[in-house]
């Protein structure tokens, strides 16, 4: 559907099987009614949307809204104000986990060309799923000791995936054979293609842990947006995926026409324990479960670090992209760590493990309620005497809110430093995820962030890709910078569920003065409800 005004009432059924939004830009609201179901609350984060002076319609409990609860009606009306490859999600505990997501493509505005061609368009949403309910996994990571929620049992495209069986067990000794066409549940999407055209593949992840990786077989990917921004194209034989992530590439169907061809995804950055995701691309006239003669592509190496910066380090803003402002008027640097909290296992953000309040911080700060924010504001940076290559010397953490406060129209740099986790020789990929903004990935390095000459040099300020979503590798940093030139209060913070769940974020709060008339739906609850019943209106 092209260019709808409007969009309502869909049903939890619908969203958690990964329904598809497709909308053009335009300069019109969008209007999304959600009727949420009668067993919890919910939110939905419209993921890549900056809504800019739409706030409270970000979809983030606790931060931007209060969750809508049982018989509650709550509208998201936005301004969808740029072309690209999105998704949405629930954004309330871990329902993004349970399958709460969907695709949100926006189309260019009428009158408009995208800056490539093609013949057609095909979608692929990536996702993880795990047997067990998220209530489970909840109270597991909130345990002492902490219950850790392993290895999805299976990789989905589209919601389809395979367990406990191998689509391409011809070519996997020991797996055992599905049926292609004889069991709905094991039966890969069929993604169907002409021969000799040029397709344009939307990709985007939205999985509670994993980081995936991407090929089709035989064929040539070439990488043309990125994150709703367009980049310079570049032909790669696959590509690496995290969680937040989304993309847009050319597929030219340039391969033998009595053939199919696999496409897979794998895990990267994790010791692999759970099956590639396969799916077919089916050239047209063959049938559409016709196995494909060749083996499907393997994944890289779990831990081949060096072929994923290989893939990342050459995605660069496409020619006419904004570039960033020379220089910056705050750095901010992010020390990701692994802690305890009374025999609790925790994530930290410069030592403090980030708790969400009962009341959302956009209605609380624009109300002016003194228990909006603790007395001490996080730190802007770390002890550059912390050793990022070993466990902490002291694991112990403390909670706290993790709000940093930003000047209206400041150009912010973030440094996001990566370092070693409880265990020894162990320290994860981390995909952080920021809400409200595009920024420039300026760069990555090696080892400790010091900020000196040498790190300087390793930043690109000609032309960095705009992103919304960027990974930390392991042992190593990250530079972002950023215009904090969107009033709001919004998260940033690992796109990984668990990560999220035992405290790895922190908030922006910019220029509350400056934002609208928040709807009465999104601070209902917690002290703005008390405020609001005394005539206080944020």
Not at 291 to 304: Q, R, S
Not at 322 to 331: F, G, N
Not at 394 to 409: E, I
Request: hydrophobic share 40%; glycine share 8%; charged share 15%.
């Amino acid at each position: 559907m092209r260019a709808p005004v409007a969009f309502f009432a869909w049903c939890a059924l619908l969203l958690a099987c990964g329904g598809l939004l497709h909308c053009a830009e335009a300069a019109k609201a969008r209007h999304l009614k959600w009727e949420v179901s009668h067993t919890e609350g919910v939110v939905i984060h419209w993921h890549g949307v900056r809504q800019i002076g739409t706030p409270w319609a970000d979809g983030t409990a606790a931060i931007s809204q209060c969750a809508i609860n049982p018989e509650e009606t709550f509208t998201y009306r936005f301004v969808v104000d740029k072309p690209g490859t999105y998704f949405y999600h629930g954004h309330y505990g871990m329902q993004r986990a349970a399958g709460l997501y969907g695709s949100l493509i926006v189309d260019v505005a009428d009158g408009e060309e995208e800056p490539f061609k093609y013949d057609g368009e095909l979608n692929l949403l990536l996702s993880d799923w795990y047997h067990e309910s998220i209530y489970n996994q909840m109270v597991g990571l909130s345990s002492s000791p902490m219950r850790w929620i392993g290895e999805p049992q299976s990789l989905l495209i589209n919601g389809r995936g395979q367990f406990n069986c191998s689509l391409a067990a011809a070519h996997t000794p020991g797996t055992k054979q599905c049926t292609a066409g004889g069991n709905r549940h094991c039966a890969p999407v069929i993604l169907p293609v002409e021969p000799n055209k040029t397709y344009r593949l939307r990709i985007a992840s939205t999985t509670s842990l994993a980081s995936l990786n991407l090929a089709i077989g035989n064929h040539k990917l070439t990488v043309v947006e990125a994150d709703g921004n367009y980049v310079e194209p570049f032909v790669v034989d696959d590509m690496d995926i995290y969680s937040g992530d989304s993309y847009s590439v050319l597929l030219t169907t340039d391969q033998d026409p009595s053939s199919n061809y696999w496409v897979s995804i794998g895990v990267r950055g994790r010791a692999p324990k759970t099956a590639p995701a396969l799916a077919l691309l089916n050239y047209r006239p063959n049938r559409g479960f016709k196995l494909p003669a060749i083996a499907p592509p393997v994944t890289p190496a779990w831990n081949d670090t060096a072929h994923s910066k290989a893939f990342t380090t050459q995605i660069k803003a496409r020619a006419g992209t904004p570039p960033p402002p020379a220089t910056s008027d705050r750095r901010i640097e992010l020390l990701n760590t692994q802690n305890k909290l009374d025999g609790h296992i925790k994530w930290s953000i410069n030592n403090v493990s980030m708790v969400l309040p009962a009341t959302p911080y956009l209605g609380s700060l624009k109300l002016g309620l003194k228990t909006a924010l603790a007395a001490a504001r996080p730190a802007d940076t770390f002890g550059r005497a912390y050793d990022v290559t070993r466990p902490p010397h002291n694991p112990n953490t403390t909670t706290g809110d993790n709000v940093y406060v930003l000047r209206h129209n400041t150009t912010v740099d973030v440094v996001l430093q990566n370092a070693n986790a409880l265990q020894h020789n162990v320290s994860e990929v981390h995909p952080w995820h920021l809400h409200g903004h595009d920024f420039w990935v300026l760069g990555y390095g090696e080892g400790a962030y010091r900020g000196d000459a040498a790190d300087a040099a390793r930043l690109n300020l000609v032309n960095p890709p705009l992103r919304n979503t960027a990974v930390i590798f392991p042992y190593g940093w990250t530079a972002l910078r950023f215009v904090a030139d969107n009033p709001g209060v919004w998260a940033f913070h690992c796109h990984i569920e668990p990560h999220l769940h035992m405290g790895m974020g922190v908030i922006f709060a910019e220029a509350i003065e400056r934002v609208g008339k928040v709807p009465k739906e999104a601070v209902s609850c917690g002290a703005t409800a008390t405020a609001l019943m005394n005539g206080d209106h944020p």
